[in-house]
């Protein structure tokens, strides 16, 4: 079988665990230790926010299960037909104000392969209301809201978070898809940087910033995914792409933010105004500083692009191995060509270099760069099913070509989960058999229920010496800077997946984390592709940067009225407990 390569490059999920249950928070309507949900008698009612709505100009939305049409009483045979074919597709949650991709995250709530089942259609884990975001009054509307009525806040844009972020239950989500502006400023200027850049509304969506962009001749940081929210989880986390290792980070390149406080303020943070506030949003975690309303960001002349891919069929074990073995063997090699990036993936039947990228360079500087590769396949009596090397033009000319449009929806399918761990150079050095074996145990690991599993890689050099940035000018999980590439473990599952096959499925891609943890002592995990369940995630996710992070959390959410599975500050002040509730655990 043939699995899309961005199927593990991409995702990863948390789970809800009893891990934070809190056994001594009971249910309690009067107690303000809790965040209300809709089954108390202290949620608002109907007035209540029918005058929200009103403030926000009619554009408050109700949050509904996206496949009702499966389940009575809204049961209507050919709609729930529409909604089984697009339910695994990501398309489907973005113009969504509530419902998110992470079937975990759903809960399998609502599932419409499940309807048959005793299964139940609720929002569960999703927001209760929406407020369809047009500006900074409707966000500072909605963050006032929750707080005088002590519910909780959450923040969707595209709803493609694997660790439960974008989602809250009895939330008011803050919908931020709809923030599309952008513009092109040729010659930005502050005391760091001075030419292009592109001021990005909230909702703009990676492939749609490329092509703007690519229209006047430049390019940006995105990502290797076309939808992920540029200006939202995406460079709030790190954000890595195919230019990351030319110019860094989609989180190296924001020049400011324009943001709102949970003290209702509407600033601009970068690093002259609030530079504490931009170095927590560059790279420390999303949704949990402030709300970002628009950011600008570098952008780079743009020009010629080299691309590469090949796929290897595993027709004999011994050698298709040894072939995989050299792939990592070369892979220092790699990292010190200045721009060159490469992400890959492995299934039990198949090796494929999804892409490999070199900007500014010819096809006979990539071919040579991965000829070595190439004469071990030949020594190997091995024959690639396919092998590219491409040129284009531009940067979106050589995207659009990898992952094409018309096959965007097939290549990042929702029904998946993925865990991670950041890989330094020295464990290819001394410990590589150790690292193989890991993914041969993963890839024959008959118990996991049901789905494809795949291992894989992306490589890019973020140094700080390969990409010119200060150390100390962001928040980025300092083990990135060492890493060689990111190594994932991705399990893709049918869609009637039960809700138990669903924890089973998180269990596993947490193991396997663990796993590459143990062989990569003192690195971390890249926090978007990472599993939301791991006890070490302060360490893991955030590094030494946790306790500036939480100071910065402190100033400016105050209130702690945004609250993450795994956020800066996440089990300090307030907790999900096992119903889903989030309560106070000190003052
Ligand atoms: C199929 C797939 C492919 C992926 N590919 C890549 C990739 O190539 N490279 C990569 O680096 N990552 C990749 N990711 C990970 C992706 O970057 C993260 O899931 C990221 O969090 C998505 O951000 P979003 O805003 O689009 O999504 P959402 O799920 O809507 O939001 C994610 C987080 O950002 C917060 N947030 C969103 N908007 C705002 C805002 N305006 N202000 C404050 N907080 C906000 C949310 O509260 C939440 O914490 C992929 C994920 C998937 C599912
Ligand atoms: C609210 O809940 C907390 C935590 O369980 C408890 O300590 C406190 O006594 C409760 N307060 C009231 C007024 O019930
Ligand atoms: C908010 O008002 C608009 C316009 O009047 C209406 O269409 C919408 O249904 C209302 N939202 C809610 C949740 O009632
Ligand atoms: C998920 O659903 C199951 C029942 O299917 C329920 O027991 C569990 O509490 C739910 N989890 C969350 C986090 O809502
Ligand atoms: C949200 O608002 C935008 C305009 O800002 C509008 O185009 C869109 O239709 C609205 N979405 C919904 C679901 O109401
Ligand atoms: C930007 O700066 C360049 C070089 O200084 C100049 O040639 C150009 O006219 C400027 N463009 C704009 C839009 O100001
Ligand atoms: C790559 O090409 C662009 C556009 O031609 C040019 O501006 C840039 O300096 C080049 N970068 C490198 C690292 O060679
Ligand atoms: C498989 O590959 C190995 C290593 O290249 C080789 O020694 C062996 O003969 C091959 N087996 C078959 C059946 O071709
Ligand atoms: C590859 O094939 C050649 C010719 O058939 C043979 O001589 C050689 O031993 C094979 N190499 C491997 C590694 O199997
Ligand atoms: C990244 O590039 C720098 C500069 O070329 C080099 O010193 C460093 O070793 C590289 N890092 C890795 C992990 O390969
Ligand atoms: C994941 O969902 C897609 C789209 O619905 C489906 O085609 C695919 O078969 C599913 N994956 C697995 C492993 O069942
Ligand atoms: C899921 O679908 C497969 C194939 O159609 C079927 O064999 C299996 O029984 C289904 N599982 C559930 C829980 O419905
Ligand atoms: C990795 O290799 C080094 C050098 O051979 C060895 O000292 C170390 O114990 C290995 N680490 C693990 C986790 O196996």
Avoid at 237 to 243: D, F, R, T
Avoid at 329 to 353: H, T, Y
Wanted: proline share 4%; net charge negative.
């Amino acid at each position: 079988m043939f699995i899309s390569f961005y199927t593990v490059v991409a995702v990863s999920l948390g789970l809800c665990s009893t891990a934070v249950a809190l056994a001594s928070i009971q249910r309690n309507t009067a107690n303000i230790s809790c965040r209300y949900l809709p089954v108390d008698k202290e949620w608002p009612g109907s007035t209540d926010w029918d005058a929200l709505n009103i403030t926000v100009g009619g554009n408050l939305l109700r949050g509904e299960p996206l496949a009702q049409s499966c389940y009575q009483p809204h049961e209507n045979l050919a709609k729930c037909a529409e909604i089984r074919k697009s339910w695994g597709f990501d398309s489907l949650y973005f113009d969504d104000p509530v419902n998110v991709m992470s079937p975990f995250w759903l809960n399998n709530s609502c599932n419409p392969f499940l309807s048959s089942l005793t299964n139940a259609c609720t929002l569960d884990n999703v927001a209760s209301y929406a407020i369809n975001v047009t500006d900074a009054a409707s966000i500072m509307a909605g963050i006032e809201f929750t707080q005088r009525k002590n519910i909780r806040l959450s923040i969707k844009n595209t709803g493609h978070d694997y660790l439960g972020r974008s989602s809250g239950k009895g939330s008011l989500a803050l919908w931020t898809h709809n923030l599309r502006d952008m513009s092109i400023i040729m010659n930005y200027t502050s005391s760091q940087y001075s030419g292009p850049a592109v001021k990005i509304g909230a909702g703009m969506q990676s492939r749609e910033v490329d092509q703007i962009a690519g229209k006047h001749g430049l390019r940006v940081v995105s990502g290797l995914c076309p939808t992920v929210g540029l200006a939202g989880g995406f460079s709030q986390n790190g954000g890595y792409g195919q230019l990351a290792s030319l110019y860094g980070l989609a989180a190296d390149n924001v020049l400011e933010y324009e943001v709102v406080t949970t003290d209702l303020r509407h600033l601009t943070a970068s690093p002259s105004t609030h530079a504490d506030l931009y170095w927590a949003l560059s790279g420390g975690g999303s949704g949990n500083y402030a709300i970002v309303l628009s950011q600008v960001v570098k952008a780079h002349p743009d020009g010629q692009v080299t691309g590469a891919t090949f796929s290897l069929l595993n027709t004999n074990s011994t050698a298709f191995w040894s072939a995989i073995q050299t792939w990592y063997q070369q892979s220092p090699r790699f990292n010190l060509i200045p721009g060159f990036s490469a992400s890959w993936i492995i299934s039990r039947e198949l090796f494929r270099l999804t892409a490999a990228t070199l900007p500014n360079g010819t096809a006979s500087d990539l071919d040579a760069i991965l000829q070595d590769f190439y004469q071990v396949i030949t020594e190997l009596n091995m024959t690639f099913v396919s092998k590219t090397t491409i040129v284009k033009p531009s940067f979106v000319d050589l995207y659009n070509t990898l992952v094409p449009p018309s096959h965007a929806d097939a290549s990042f399918p929702a029904n998946n989960t993925i865990g991670s761990r950041l890989v330094p150079t020295s464990v290819v050095q001394n410990n590589l058999s150790d690292l193989l074996d890991i993914y041969q145990r993963i890839l024959h690991d008959e118990t996991v229920p049901g789905g494809v599993t795949v291992v894989g890689g992306t490589s890019n050099n973020v140094s700080h010496v390969n990409i010119g940035v200060d150390p100390d000018s962001n928040a980025v999980l300092p083990a990135w800077r060492n890493a060689l590439f990111t190594s994932s473990a991705a399990i893709s599952f049918p869609d009637n997946t039960t809700v138990e096959g669903l924890q089973l499925v998180q269990a596993k891609v947490n193991t396997w984390q663990d796993w590459v943890k143990d062989l990569t002592p003192g690195s971390g995990s890249y926090i978007n592709e990472a599993t939301y369940d791991n006890p070490d995630w302060k360490s893991d996710y955030y590094g030494k940067n946790y306790g500036r992070l939480l100071q910065v959390k402190k100033k400016y959410d105050g209130k702690f009225s945004l609250w993450q599975h795994t956020s800066v500050g996440a089990d300090t002040y307030w907790q999900e407990n096992a119903e889903g509730r989030l309560c106070r655990l000190s003052y």
